[in-house]
């Protein structure tokens, strides 16, 4: 089955600097790439996600970049806010895939 | 409002009283789920359904029961919950039943068992 790694588990940074989070799968037929932000006490909510078909997508100050060749993809979050502070999930997935299959989670913390 | 709801927030109980979490979504999702969340553990699937009357085990069944009567309803069932079950539970749904499409989450409960 597919095997998702996520690092860091912790990440610190300040206010207005950039963040990255990594992600490695296993599965090369995993297809279907999802990050999701957590807040404390709350549900997690898909923020951006990729398909296999692009190698990058942006949405504001948040972008997805994927490299099919190495199996991995980052997260980018740009002008860091205190908002920004919470627990991001990486996932990975594919139609044959009966779940996707999450990272482990990094907690992201924005100083101010 | 597009969501996923689920019921109660918050639940204390004692061992061996068995419980119910519901969870609804009114998306018509085929696909249906059940995590739960423990520090340090991440995410960890209990039982997903593919579509109405379609069920299997996740990473972590035991002690959990599903059914899937409706479509829209997908109750986790706790028949003799252990004090090893105190975890947030979350409830997720998505269009098809293919994992390449984005999940929605419900609010969670957070379940303490005595």
């Known amino acids: 089955g597919e095997n998702v790694e996520q690092h860091p588990s912790t990440l610190s940074v300040q206010e207005g600097d950039s963040a990255v989070i990594k992600c490695t799968y296993s599965d090369s037929a995993s297809n279907y790439f999802p990050w999701y932000k957590q807040e404390l006490g709350k549900r997690p909510q898909l923020i951006i996600d990729?398909?296999?078909?692009?190698g990058e997508k942006k949405d504001q100050r948040i972008a997805v970049t994927l490299n099919k060749t190495a199996k991995h993809f980052s997260l980018h979050i740009t002008e860091t806010q205190p908002e920004d502070s919470a627990v991001y999930f990486c996932?990975?997935?594919?139609?044959?895939?009966?779940?996707?299959?999450f990272g482990s989670g990094t907690q992201l913390t924005v100083l101010p | 409002e597009a969501q996923v709801t689920q019921n109660p927030r918050y639940l204390i109980t004692v061992t061996g009283k068995k419980l119910t979490v519901t969870c609804s979504q009114n998306m018509n999702h085929e696909y249906m789920s059940w995590y739960r969340q423990d520090p340090g553990l991440g995410l960890r699937q209990i039982y997903y359904s593919m579509n109405v009357e379609v069920t299997d085990k996740g990473d972590v069944p035991e002690g959990y029961k599903v059914s899937r009567k409706e479509k829209r309803n997908f109750p986790l069932i706790l028949e003799s919950p252990s004090p090893n079950q105190t975890s947030l539970y979350f409830c997720?749904?998505?269009?098809?039943?293919?994992?390449?499409?984005?999940?929605?989450f419900g609010s969670g409960t957070r379940l303490t068992v005595v």
């Open positions: 997720a749904s998505s269009p098809r039943a293919a994992a390449n499409y984005g999940y929605t």
């Open positions: 996932a990975a997935g594919s139609g044959s895939a009966r779940q996707l299959t």
């Open positions: 990729i398909r296999s078909n692009v």
